[in-house]
């Protein structure tokens, strides 16, 4: 591992440079839970610019899901800023946070959650039918994600017809088929065997040299090892914010 990484400093109001896609400021999280107040995240600044290949970690209960959520435009935070791409994201609403996860954020899942009836290729296609995208054109989109993850032989299999890994490189594909600035993994080898594990974490590490961001969340420090960079939370706080020599 080499030193912590440095990052410049960032006002209230700035706007992030071009090449930062992922900007929080002084984030927080608050939840009611009863009488009581669970202080999930406690003012986390990072910065992820493009093409890192990012890994978050941290034990049960250090906030990392709930930076996940934040991230990813599933949640709005207490307070802090959020920037997402050159945008402000932290203040807008339902419908146009949908907006901006749909068009900047590909999700895998630990589930692969695909259709079990529908084969890879409309699995695939999926986003992009409820985003309007006329059927030639979604088809062709949806085939060149399945390329890039090596299923091109496999597009008309069901889920029940493919391994576990080809299922998570689905899923992959259905995450990149809006082409989007950031690769969103929440733990997606723990459904896998090693052997399978270190498949899907190759499709990473190859999609991340085709120019992709990844922020790969994770509590299993060899998975992380795969990530040239390490966020490592604790009690809702940034513990360690390391860049790492990359497992091979």
């Known amino acids: 591992m080499t030193g912590a990484i440095q990052h410049m400093e960032f006002r209230t109001g700035d706007i992030p440079q071009p090449d930062i896609i992922i900007l929080t400021h002084k984030l927080t999280r608050h939840y009611a839970l009863g009488a009581?107040?669970?202080?999930?995240?406690?003012?986390?600044?990072?910065?992820?610019?493009?093409?890192?290949?990012?890994?978050?970690?941290?034990?049960?209960?250090?906030?990392?899901?709930?930076?996940?959520?934040?991230?990813?435009?599933?949640?709005?935070?207490?307070?802090?800023?959020?920037?997402?791409?050159?945008?402000?994201?932290?203040?807008?609403?339902?419908?146009?946070?949908?907006?901006?996860?749909?068009?900047?954020?590909?999700?895998?899942?630990?589930?692969?959650?695909?259709?079990?009836?529908?084969?890879?290729?409309?699995?695939?296609?999926?986003?992009?039918?409820?985003?309007?995208?006329?059927?030639?054109?979604?088809?062709?989109?949806?085939?060149n994600a399945l390329e890039r993850v090596g299923l091109g032989d496999r597009m008309q299999h069901r889920p029940n017809e493919l391994s576990g890994g080809e299922r998570q490189r689905v899923a992959i594909a259905r995450a990149l088929v809006n082409d989007p600035s950031v690769l969103l993994a929440d733990e997606p080898t723990g459904n896998l065997d090693s052997h399978t594990s270190a498949e899907i974490l190759e499709v990473f590490e190859t999609l991340h040299g085709a120019g992709q961001t990844i922020l790969l969340i994770t509590h299993e420090r060899d998975i992380a090892a795969h990530a040239g960079r390490q966020i490592h939370l604790l009690d809702g706080q940034v513990e360690q914010d390391i860049q790492t020599e990359r497992q091979r």
């Open 36 to 143: 009581e107040v669970v202080h999930a995240l406690e003012g986390v600044s990072i910065q992820i610019r493009q093409n890192e290949f990012t890994a978050i970690m941290g034990p049960s209960g250090s906030g990392k899901s709930t930076l996940m959520n934040l991230l990813g435009c599933l949640d709005t935070p207490t307070s802090g800023e959020y920037w997402l791409n050159g945008q402000r994201v932290s203040e807008l609403g339902d419908d146009e946070l949908a907006h901006i996860r749909n068009k900047e954020i590909g999700f895998v899942f630990q589930t692969f959650n695909l259709l079990p009836r529908a084969s890879s290729l409309h699995n695939v296609e999926l986003p992009l039918i409820y985003a309007g995208v006329p059927a030639r054109v979604r088809k062709e989109q949806a085939a």
